[in-house]
Structure formats: structure tokens, C-alpha cells
């Protein structure tokens, strides 16, 4: 599967959001789905993520402004984004969790990125 991030962008703070994540087949809905973002000089982090039967988890920072869903008849993936600060700013990337379908094994997959850019 490929995945296709898009929906970033400029927004002022206080703003929302929605980017998404297209995935090329049929198989996404075994996946387990995550957005990360990494900010510029940071790592890495995880911040939503939806398993393959709608179960939900956020990172600390984006609990209750965020919200992670997904359309398995659409194939994607989205970050509902509210009440942004600008420490929220970074490159958003959706990822697909290594998933057993039937007797094999579905490789991870990342998308490109998507730019989160918050003004104050």
C-alpha cells in the first residue's frame, strides 16, 4: 500500500485543521493507522492513532483537540486538528502499522508528509 498525506497548511492559532491520509488499496482496513509529526530539531512523535477496529489513543499534548478517524470505505485516514497552537507546527505523517493479512505480513508504510504551520 502507498499512503498520500494531505490537508496541512497555515492557519492562526486557535484554528483548526483536517488532513488526511489516502491509502492506494483495498487492504487498509487491517492496518492500524498513527499520525506523527516531527517539528524542526525534534524527533519524532507519536500523536493519534486508530487501530483496524476504531479503538483511539492521543498524545498528552493534543488530548482533547485532536481527534483521529477513519472512512475504511474511502481508504483514509484523518486528523481532525482544533484550538492549534504554534507549538503544533511541524510535518505531519501518517503511518501504517505492520498488519497480518491472512497467513502473511503486511509491511509498514509512510506517507510523504503533510506541513502544519501555526502562527500566534
Known amino acids: 500500500v502507498q499512503l498520500q498525506a494531505s490537508g496541512g497548511g497555515l492557519v492562526q492559532a486557535g484554528g483548526s485543521l483536517r488532513p488526511s491520509c489516502a491509502a492506494s488499496r483495498s487492504t487498509f482496513n487491517v492496518y492500524n493507522m498513527r499520525w506523527y509529526r516531527q517539528a524542526p530539531g525534534k524527533q519524532r512523535e507519536l500523536v493519534a492513532l486508530?487501530?483496524?477496529?476504531?479503538?483511539?489513543n492521543y498524545a498528552d499534548s493534543v488530548k482533547g483537540r485532536f481527534a483521529i478517524s477513519r472512512d475504511n470505505t474511502k481508504d483514509t485516514v484523518y486528523l481532525q486538528m482544533n484550538s492549534l497552537k504554534p507549538e503544533d507546527t511541524a510535518v505531519y505523517y501518517c503511518?501504517?502499522?505492520?498488519?497480518?493479512?491472512?497467513?502473511?505480513?503486511?509491511?509498514?508504510?509512510w506517507g510523504q508528509g503533510t506541513q502544519v504551520t501555526v502562527s500566534s
Open positions: 503511518n501504517a502499522e505492520s498488519a497480518r493479512y491472512g497467513s502473511t505480513w503486511l509491511p509498514e508504510v
Open positions: 486508530i487501530s483496524s477496529g476504531g479503538s483511539t
